[in-house]
């Protein structure tokens, strides 16, 4: 069983950053394509970005070059680098690790606000 567990999200103003943080538990992490998703209120689950065993990225068109998803499989860890945040931004910030199976963390707020 693969336990995912988010930390990094909080209240930040219009044009600030958050680094969000999800650590792993297990031995899969590093064979997994990791994601971070995000669901703002009365919206669908959307997809920010995800990071392939590879290192590859893909990016949600709403949040290229304004985020940067990374890895680091010695730490068992992925990151999500916020900068130039917006309003639009605010909303639960998700891991997923995909492997034969799928899991998802308990999710992290994310509000962008002044």
């Known amino acids: 069983q693969v336990q995912l567990v988010e930390s990094g999200g909080g209240l930040v103003q219009p044009g600030g950053s958050l680094r969000l943080s999800c650590a792993a538990s297990g031995s899969i992490f590093r064979y997994s394509i990791m994601g971070w998703y995000r669901q703002a209120p009365g919206k669908q689950r959307e997809l920010v970005a995800r990071i392939f065993t590879s290192g590859t990225t893909n990016y949600a068109d709403s949040v290229k070059g304004r985020f940067t998803i990374s890895r680091d499989d010695a730490k068992n860890t992925v990151y999500l680098q916020m900068n130039t945040l917006k309003p639009e931004d605010t909303a639960v910030y998700y891991c997923?690790?995909?492997?034969?199976?799928?899991?998802w963390g308990q999710g992290t707020q994310v509000t962008v606000s002044s």
């Open positions: 997923k690790l995909e492997s034969i199976n799928h899991y």
